[in-house]
């Protein structure tokens, strides 16, 4: 889901996991390739793990990012079905360059299994997810399921469905613009987490100029406090990028 640009990625919030992992804008190099052979992919980038709004130093730890995939379109009835293994490595996790730098993430090692398929109006992404905890932070582990439907040119019907799980009770968190805000959440991290999203984007000009609204319910189990979150999130907005 990090392969979709902020403008274009079709709900307010990536995954719980999926955001955990971010590793935020980095200085690097890749190489790429697709259509190999049929319909083989490739990707492999190195980038200095230094999260700065500036240009980097290169004093940080590195970030490998490998990707394979196949895409076998020709193989069904569908407008497009691709398949995709992606391994992220961090040789530094947790690094920042200042203490008011955003840190990187606590994982050294993290995996994604992905398909994403269309046919005319519809479609499905579906994604599992491994991080290797560092630093004392747990692994976690989790899927999603993101289907959407055209019910118009301009009006898009779209869910995701989401659980994470980890074998320590500190090692889901739950998402820091919406949910971790609420007032009385108590503990902010667990071993369990679900979420359930539907909502309709009414795009105006693309999505360049959207309308957003949807509901959102979450779940999360277990903490250092032993309290639960339980609650829904409605969410309406527009979206703009110029």
Request: net charge negative.
């Amino acid at each position: 889901e990090q392969e979709y640009s902020s403008k274009e990625f079709p709900l307010f919030e990536r995954t719980t996991l999926g955001n955990m992992f971010y590793g935020g804008e980095l200085t690097g190099i890749w190489t790429c390739g697709k259509n190999i052979a049929g319909g083989w992919l490739y990707f492999l980038g190195i980038y200095d793990n230094d999260r700065q709004d500036e240009w980097t130093d290169f004093e940080g730890g590195t970030m490998i990012l490998g990707k394979a995939g196949y895409n076998y379109t020709k193989a069904t009835s569908l407008d497009q079905a691709e398949v995709k293994v992606q391994l992220l490595h961090n040789t530094e996790p947790g690094f920042a360059e200042s203490p008011g730098d955003v840190p990187s993430p606590q994982y050294s090692n993290c995996l994604s299994l992905s398909n994403e398929i269309t046919l005319g109006p519809y479609g499905l992404t579906v994604e599992a997810l491994w991080g290797d905890g560092a630093n004392g932070r747990p692994d976690v582990f989790g899927i999603s399921a993101m289907p959407f439907w055209f019910i118009t040119e301009n009006l898009q019907w779209i869910s995701e469905f989401e659980i994470a799980a980890s074998p320590e009770e500190n090692g889901i968190f739950l998402p820091a613009r919406y949910e971790a805000l609420a007032s009385g959440t108590g503990d902010k991290s667990g071993d369990s987490y679900f979420a359930a999203y539907t909502g309709l984007n009414y795009l105006i000009h693309g999505h360049n100029l959207k309308l957003m609204s949807g509901i959102k319910y979450a779940h999360l189990t277990g903490g250092p406090g032993g309290g639960d979150y339980n609650d829904w999130t409605w969410l309406a907005g527009m979206r703009i990028a110029f």
